[in-house]
């Protein structure tokens, strides 16, 4: 497993909800600097904290907007957590690196 790009994690964050609010909180803030002429800010923030000695982490992922307004400004906050895995050279992803198979044992089907 490769983690390729940065929206692969995001993309499995509070099952596929943080990247949704991150494109909504950057799109919000811009059309508010647009028609205001203001600017305005968008910050993330990550605390990552092993879970008991296993190889997972909480992943405290945190999106603070400031949208302009035009008498002064909009400000929101959402905080989450996710339980990722660590895996092979810190590569991240809510499913073990090697997961056994769920159906191993299963009787096979007859033939016929």
Do not use: C, W
């Amino acid at each position: 497993m490769k983690q390729n790009q940065l929206y692969d994690l995001f993309g499995e964050l509070d099952a596929g909800i943080f990247i949704n609010q991150v494109t909504r909180s950057l799109a919000d803030v811009a059309l508010g600097s647009v028609t205001t002429g203001k600017p305005g800010k968008v910050t993330l923030t990550f605390d990552l904290k092993q879970i008991g000695t296993s190889n997972q982490v909480h992943i405290k992922h945190a999106i603070k907007m400031t949208k302009p307004t035009p008498n002064g400004k909009v400000t929101e906050e959402n905080a989450t957590e996710t339980p990722v895995y660590v895996g092979t050279g810190g590569v991240l992803s809510v499913f073990p690196d090697k997961q056994e198979s769920m159906f191993k044992g299963a009787p096979k089907k007859a033939e016929g």
